[in-house]
């Protein structure tokens, strides 16, 4: 007798419906804020840099903000030197290229032969934050398609 007075006194609320909604938003706001903690870690190190040289290209690289597809070939070129602060700083903006939300250049990575160079730098243990910075642009990588993963195990990034 109580439930159907329950029922027949508030008819344009259920409760089994609001609890979905609530626990619907709970889900999605809980997942929106994961995303832009992530977001922020992938970012960090904005500021950072190593020698003034370097930063000062990598600085002038960000200020133009050309598109990252466009960024890749200069990229690629800084690896290619011997100065490690080029190397890093390199690696460092492939990166941050390469953590973008929405659709990563990651395919114009690979086919523009950097994997195995920062494969190589995985083995540097004398410069552990290059081995970072290269292991978390294998990691971007290798987060893409089964065919960008297998590239990168192909390479010898696994032990």
Known sequence: ??????????????????????EDVAVQL??????????????????EAM????????????AAGPPPCEMIA???????TEDPALQFNATQQVRKVLSVGDNPPIQEV???????VFVNFLKDVSRPELQFEAAWVLTNI?????DQTRVVVEHGALP
């Not at 020698?51 to 960000?62: E, T, V």
């Not at 200069?74 to 290619?80: C, T």
């Not at 690979?110 to 195995?116: F, H, L, Q």
């Not at 290798?142 to 089964?146: E, L, V």
């Open 30 to 47: 809980r997942k929106q804020t994961r995303d832009e903690t992530l977001q922020k870690k992938r970012m960090v190190n904005e500021g």
């Open 142 to 146: 290798a987060s893409g398609t089964a």
């Open 51 to 62: 020698g003034q040289g370097p930063a000062a290209m990598s600085d002038q690289m960000q």
């Open 110 to 116: 690979i086919a523009s032969g950097m994997v195995p």
């Open 74 to 80: 200069p990229l690629a070129a800084m690896l290619a």
């Open 1 to 22: 007798r109580l439930s159907q007075r329950q029922k027949a006194f508030k008819k344009g609320a259920d409760a089994d419906e609001a609890r979905r909604k609530r």
